[in-house]
């Protein structure tokens, strides 16, 4: 038995304790016969996609697997088809042994982690797009991101045959993708979103908070305060989404100072189209550079209700 693992059999009375040790698989033909395996014992599978240096938000998609399946496999693939040429992949954070401690921890079982050239073969030159929902907010200023994303989550989809695959709501829009394309492309998997994981002080958690001096992120957490605000304002009764964004502009430029804007957008939540006015549920959805590190977060604004009572 591999790692000192218990030698006693599965279908033992002990067996609701059983737990095998994190298997590591790099080669995406091992990772498919493990995974055809367990489909054909009848098991249900969840993928956590992920760019690995874990932290609370990665391990509470792991977690909500963890329930869900009978086999959680994460990936952890710096996917360099993602990174615009000016972007950080070459210093993105890892540090492989504590992510496998901690993955372990959660009850993965398996933590697949290809090297770049086992996932795209020399000359590789397919790609899959969602146009019509990459264009705007962080597909502003990375136009080959979701192209990036869409591509490598349709091979690990692939690799890992999963029945389900788990997403942060952080990344709201690639979860707006990413649903879109399993829908007009027929992938047999549920897409399941969770909620943003943050620091105490409201800091969405991000592998690249390491990259924050202490200034920057000490003000960080204004990042989160001015989406609220914008609630207030609703709650006010203002409505206009132009003037949301511009009164959050100013409030950003008064508390967020040492950041500089990519984006402020209040959009539809599914299509993230702009929207005129916060008549119905609009995502509020920012990005800003603070130093090395780009910030992003969003919040699902609700309308403001008019009382009846005359
Ligand atoms: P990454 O490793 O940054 O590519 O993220 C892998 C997955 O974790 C994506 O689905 C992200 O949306 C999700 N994720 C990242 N940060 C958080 C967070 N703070 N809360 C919840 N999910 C997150």
């Known amino acids: 038995m591999m790692h000192g693992a218990p030698a006693m059999p599965p279908?033992?009375?002990?067996?609701?304790?059983?737990?095998?040790?994190?298997e590591r698989i790099t080669s995406p033909q091992l990772l498919r016969q493990r995974s055809i395996a367990a489909r054909a014992a009848g098991q249900r599978i969840a993928l956590v996609p992920t760019m690995g240096f874990f932290h609370a938000g990665h391990l509470s998609l792991m977690a909500w697997a963890r329930e869900y399946a009978d086999v959680v496999i994460t990936s952890l693939f710096v996917n360099p088809a993602q990174f615009g040429p000016a972007e950080d992949l070459s210093n993105y954070p890892s540090n492989l042994e504590q992510d496998a401690r901690m993955a372990e921890a959660a009850g993965v079982d398996v933590l697949f982690c290809p090297q770049a050239d086992a996932v795209y073969a020399p000359g590789h030159g397919t790609w899959i797009e969602v146009p019509a929902l990459s264009a705007n907010l962080c597909g502003a200023s990375r136009p080959t991101h979701f192209r990036g994303v869409c591509t490598v989550v349709a091979k690990l989809f692939h690799m890992a045959l999963p029945h389900t695959a788990v997403f942060g709501e952080k990344d709201w829009q690639q979860l707006a993708i990413i649903r879109r394309m399993v829908r007009d492309l027929d992938f047999d998997v549920d897409i399941i979103g969770r909620p943003i994981v943050r620091e105490a002080d409201g800091l969405a958690m991000s592998s690249r908070n390491v990259y924050l001096t202490s200034e920057e992120r000490a003000a960080a957490p204004n990042l989160q305060r001015g989406l609220q605000q914008l609630q207030v304002w609703i709650d006010d009764g203002l409505q206009d989404a132009s003037t949301l964004a511009n009164d959050l502009r100013s409030w950003y430029a008064r508390y967020l100072a040492v950041g500089e804007e990519d984006y402020i957008a209040l959009v539809h939540p599914e299509t993230l189209a702009p929207a005129a006015v916060v008549d119905a549920p609009t995502l509020a959805a920012v990005a800003y550079r603070l130093g090395k590190a780009r910030l992003i977060d969003n919040?699902?604004?609700?309308?403001?209700?008019?009382s009846s009572e005359p």
């Open 11 to 22: 279908h033992s009375v002990f067996s609701l304790q059983w737990r095998f040790f994190l």
């Open 299 to 306: 919040v699902l604004l609700t309308p403001h209700t008019v």
